[in-house]
């Protein structure tokens, strides 16, 4: 088959289009065949060995992918034919993968592979950030960075379907439309965020969406009103903030962690739990991803380098076979 292979962490750039051997599945395994990639922020940074889970060189790239199952092994609960995606933090981007059936989720029958494709890590991301982590309930106020991004504008989708009145952050006047369209009730610029915010709701917000970090971390913590918390999705700004923790006693205000990776290492069935609660959502067509751009497999690097420059309005896939 074919693949993306990353061989020294020299950026998108060094990734290598190869042969590599297909995979074969074991109990419990699925093997897809993969009709379209995701491209996420974690696969840049393993490009650079910058990401938190690093996996033994040389490896085949790619987090998540849609397309059919075409091979299963003993006591699978997946079917031949079967319209699946899966999220498996590597081996996406080939023409085969294979991933257990903890990773695996059917694919509503009204819903394309290619938007399928862009599904799984940023909604489940945000859904465990906004749903698990933090408890939000209808009515309630929340300020998303980076809306108009993959993760972003996943925050943007999912608190519009769960009730929420979502404020979305943004750098320039096209993601400012991106984001009016998919449903924002108030949009303001990055620069001068925090005045234009509390200008709307003077008493705050009542969360934080970040996956953005750097040095509008503070004017975030700014925002909250009383008892509200700022959830840490990434750092897409590059740097790390700091925080001088005394701001937290001031409004009794709390920054929470948002590890979706993680959890689901300490809860194998957390991905079929949640594609459950938010299948509804899916099916109807209010969690559709808006997709900046699509590449052919082999053009993966500059895929991946589309998410360096800062412009990607939603999300980038990469289709490697088409639906039929």
């Known amino acids: 088959m074919k693949a993306i292979h990353v061989t020294r962490l020299d950026g998108p750039e060094a990734v290598e289009f190869v042969d590599a051997e297909r995979p074969v599945p074991g109990p419990g395994e699925v093997l897809i065949e993969v009709a379209v990639a995701g491209v996420t922020f974690p696969e840049l940074l393993q490009t650079r060995g910058m990401y938190q889970v690093r996996h033994e060189l040389p490896f085949v790239l790619g987090s998540e992918a849609a397309g059919t199952v075409v091979e299963v092994g003993e006591g699978s609960r997946f079917a031949v034919g079967d319209r699946v995606a899966a999220i498996t933090g590597k081996g996406t981007f080939a023409e085969y993968l294979v991933a257990a059936d903890q990773q695996t989720v059917k694919v509503p029958d009204p819903v394309s592979l290619a938007h399928a494709a862009g599904m799984p890590m940023n ?8 749903r698990v982590r933090g408890n939000v309930q209808p009515g309630q106020t929340v300020l998303v960075h980076g809306a108009a991004g993959g993760l972003g504008s996943a925050g943007v989708q999912l608190a519009l379907a769960m009730g929420l009145e979502v404020v979305a952050v943004v750098s320039t006047d096209d ?18 965020f925090k005045d234009a915010v509390l200008e709307i709701f003077p008493d705050g917000v009542d969360v934080v969406y970040d996956p953005v970090g750097g040095d509008r971390f503070t004017d975030s913590l700014r925002c909250l009103k009383r008892f509200g918390h700022l959830q840490v999705l990434g750092f897409t700004a590059g740097e790390i903030p700091t925080v001088k923790v005394n701001r937290l006693l001031l409004k009794n205000i709390s920054v929470v962690g948002v590890a979706w990776g993680e959890a689901t290492r300490g809860n194998p069935n957390l991905i079929a739990e949640q594609w459950e609660v938010i299948s509804e959502h899916v099916a109807a067509g209010r969690l559709n991803p808006h997709i900046h751009a699509t590449y052919p497999l082999e053009q993966a690097g500059a895929a991946i380098s589309e998410l360096d420059n800062r412009a990607v309005l939603g999300k980038v896939l990469l289709e490697v076979k088409p639906e039929a």
């Open 175 to 192: 993601k400012a439309a991106m984001v009016k369209e998919l449903g924002a009730h108030h949009v303001v610029k990055a620069e001068g």
């Open 123 to 130: 909604l489940l991301t945000a859904d465990f950030s906004l």
